[in-house]
């Protein structure tokens, strides 16, 4: 089943094109996106399924492959529809990053970041790379794993930094949980990663830990 079968003025793909995507709800376009339901299920039910099935379209839209493909009415030709669309979004976001624009603000590091690191079942480090005027040279993933966090060595970072020819480097990682609150053990591994780098002059401009919808910045703290 389509969308046709919804009055003209309650179909989603109408309504987007007649107020914008910003006044759908998550059903609706998910809905969208689908285009279509299953036997019996029409295609906004579906989509109000799986959004109360997996909690949310966030989570959803996150699902590793094995469990999106599980669902009916979803399968692999429609992950590798999610994973293009959120790969578009995360480099239209990016796009000033790599055209060598400098981070100007903790606010432009925080789109970058949310970007990437946001969608993540797991534990992820990371590390902006940057030259002396704070422009990207490299974008890295450091460090993986589990839900209950990543194992960190200073001296593996400092060996990615000098390679990259750093001059400065701003960490994240995100929280699964979607807790954004640094932790004793954040705030400790900051201090010595930039300890550790300080030895060879590059400087640790921030740490950023990401959570669902916020981050938080350890220098706009003042825990660095």
Same mark, same amino acid.
């Given at each position: 089943m389509t969308l046709d079968p919804w009055p003209a003025d309650e179909r989603p793909r109408e309504?987007?094109?007649?107020?914008?995507? *910003?006044i759908l709800s998550d059903a609706e376009l998910l809905a969208i996106f689908l285009r279509t339901g299953t036997p019996g299920t029409p295609v906004m039910a579906l989509a109000r399924s799986l959004i109360q099935q997996f909690g949310g379209l966030r989570t959803l839209l996150s699902a590793s492959r094995r469990q999106f493909c599980e669902v009916k009415g979803l399968g692999?030709?429609?992950?590798?529809?999610?994973?293009?669309? !959120? *790969?578009?979004?995360?480099?239209?976001m990016d796009e000033p990053l790599r055209q060598g624009d400098p981070l100007r603000s903790p606010a432009d590091t925080r789109r970058f970041l949310t970007s990437r690191l946001g969608t993540y079942p797991h534990e992820v480090f990371a590390g902006l790379f940057l030259d002396n005027r704070h422009r990207v040279i490299q974008y890295r993933e450091l460090f993986r794993g589990t839900i209950d966090g990543a194992a960190v060595y200073p001296r593996e970072v400092v060996r990615q930094a000098l390679e990259d020819n750093a001059a400065a480097v701003i960490f994240a990682h995100n929280h699964p949980s979607g807790v954004a609150e640094p932790s004793q053990a954040?705030?400790?591994?900051?201090?010595?990663?930039?300890?550790?780098?300080?030895?060879?002059?590059?400087? +640790?401009?921030?740490? !950023?830990?990401?959570?669902?919808? *916020? +981050?938080i910045s350890l220098a706009e703290r003042g825990l660095m």
């Open positions: 309504r987007l094109l007649q107020h914008g995507p *910003e692999a030709a429609k992950y590798a529809q999610v994973q293009a669309a !959120m *790969e578009m979004a995360r480099r239209v954040d705030i400790s591994l900051t201090r010595r990663l930039k300890d550790a780098l300080g030895l060879v002059d590059i400087r +640790v401009l921030d740490h !950023m830990v990401v959570g669902h919808g *916020e +981050v």
